[in-house]
């Protein structure tokens, strides 16, 4: 089934204890696309890039068989570009500089043959924006959407019209408590869910990701890694694990929600090996398939 991915494309210049990248690949839409494109096609990315994105950035999205006909090139303009660097809790990060360029005016028009596409994922942009897609789309079997806390401030009855749209919000434990105004994690998510989604997935950095449905909650740890480089895209990832699961298999039913999140966890958990996406280039279904019986392993145990 086509999944549609509407998000950023970015160039970032990133920071950790353990190294640096500048002008690096990134993005919303980056990540997500990437990331899907090991479980289903056509993955199609909708976005926009100055005359300044490097021509071995397209190359790498084609080979990953992402569909680049509707990504927007301004030439002339520069590609959005963000900066951050991290502490030595990788949790904790401070963002050096962000210049929007040409994405502050994308204005992401969806071609008729996208119209149909049954798989959506929207990156963390303007609600607004999400909002404009949505409407340009017909029926999509799944909405999955994210957010951020610069939008959850700013613009929050955007936010609340748009996730009545939606039929799963993707957001972190802060942004959470944020959006909700209540500490406790699984009564914000129940409250999320009466705003509009019918399924929340709240991500807990190291500690992993909770889905909450109307009756379901399901807890996953976060796999546990030796080597963790560079935390950006991870969320991202997990999204795009998660949606190109479901978009492969076409099951949406409770017990495949669930192998959804483990995936997106998988995914996620290659991401962070390596600065930016370098740790999903030479993936393979096996691989992941391996790593995802292994998060399997983690929580199982016989009963006597």
């Not at 068989?65 to 509707?70: E, Y």
């Not at 030439?75 to 990060?93: A, C, I, M, Q, S």
């Not at 996620?268 to 096996?286: H, M, P, T």
Request: charged share 20%.
């Amino acid at each position: 089934m086509s999944l549609l991915i509407v998000g950023s494309v970015a160039l970032d210049t990133v920071e950790t204890p353990f190294g640096r990248v500048q002008d690096a690949l990134g993005g919303s839409a980056v990540y997500i696309s990437v990331c899907a494109s090991y479980f289903t096609a056509p993955v199609r990315l909708v976005g926009v890039v100055g005359g300044d994105f490097a021509k071995e950035h397209i190359s790498f999205l084609e080979s990953r068989h992402v569909d680049l006909d509707v990504l927007q090139t301004v030439e002339g303009g520069k590609t959005f570009r963000w900066g951050g660097k991290y502490h030595y809790d990788l949790n904790v990060r401070d963002t050096l500089f962000t210049s929007l360029n040409v994405f502050e005016k994308f204005d992401p028009k969806i071609p008729e043959a996208y119209r149909v596409s049954g798989y959506v994922c929207l990156g963390n942009i303007d609600p607004t924006l999400q909002l404009q897609v949505l409407g340009q789309l017909n029926k999509p079997r799944l909405v999955v959407g994210d957010t951020m806390n610069y939008w959850i401030e700013t613009k929050p009855n955007e936010l609340f019209k748009t996730m009545k749209h939606m039929d799963v919000l993707i957001i972190n434990d802060s942004e959470a408590r944020l959006l909700t105004q209540e500490p406790n994690l699984i009564k914000a998510a129940k409250q999320i869910i009466g705003m509009g989604p019918q399924a929340v997935i709240i991500k807990k950095g190291e500690h992993g990701a909770m889905l909450v449905t109307s009756d379901t909650i399901f807890s996953a740890p976060a796999f546990p890694l030796e080597n963790i480089f560079d935390p950006t895209g991870a969320g991202d990832s997990f999204a795009g694990g998660f949606i190109g699961w479901l978009a492969r298999t076409e099951d949406l039913s409770p017990d495949n929600l669930k192998r959804a999140v483990i995936y997106g966890s998988t995914l996620a958990s290659f991401c962070v090996e390596k600065f930016s996406v370098d740790g999903l280039r030479d993936l393979s279904y096996l691989k992941i398939h391996d790593r995802f019986r292994s998060f399997m392993e983690l929580s199982r145990f016989d009963e006597k």
